[in-house]
């Protein structure tokens, strides 16, 4: 059974910074393209930030700049460091490890607000 394990969500002032962390168990991490989403109330989920098993990245037009995604394979983690934080931010933010069998964490609150 793979599970992910989201933290590291919270309330932040906007232009302030969070870093959040996936968690996986299971044999597949190292493997798997791993993939951050986020869903706003109201709003439909839409993808983040990705890094394949390689180390390559890709970031949606929103967060570039601002997001960095990056992965500890020994750890079996997966980070989004978000920085300049804007109230638009404002999601629950979900992990992903895409492979033949995809997984989905249970999501971390972001909170951008004065």
């Not at 706003?40 to 990245?57: D, F, H, M, Y």
């Not at 069998?101 to 607000?113: D, E, F, K, L, R």
Request: hydrophobic residues 30%; contains cysteine; glycine residues 12%.
């Amino acid at each position: 059974q793979v599970q992910l394990v989201e933290s590291g969500g919270g309330l932040v002032q906007p232009g302030g910074s969070l870093r959040l962390s996936c968690a996986a168990s299971g044999s597949i991490f190292r493997r798997s393209t791993m993939v951050w989403y986020r869903q706003a109330p109201g709003k439909q989920r839409e993808l983040v930030a990705s890094i394949t098993s390689g180390g390559n990245t890709d970031y949606a037009d929103f967060v570039k700049g601002r997001f960095t995604i990056s992965r500890d394979n020994a750890k079996n983690t997966v980070y989004l460091q978000m920085n300049s934080l804007k109230p638009e931010d404002t999601a629950v933010y979900y992990c992903k490890a895409e492979g033949r069998i995809s997984y989905w964490g249970q999501g971390t609150q972001v909170t951008v607000s004065p």
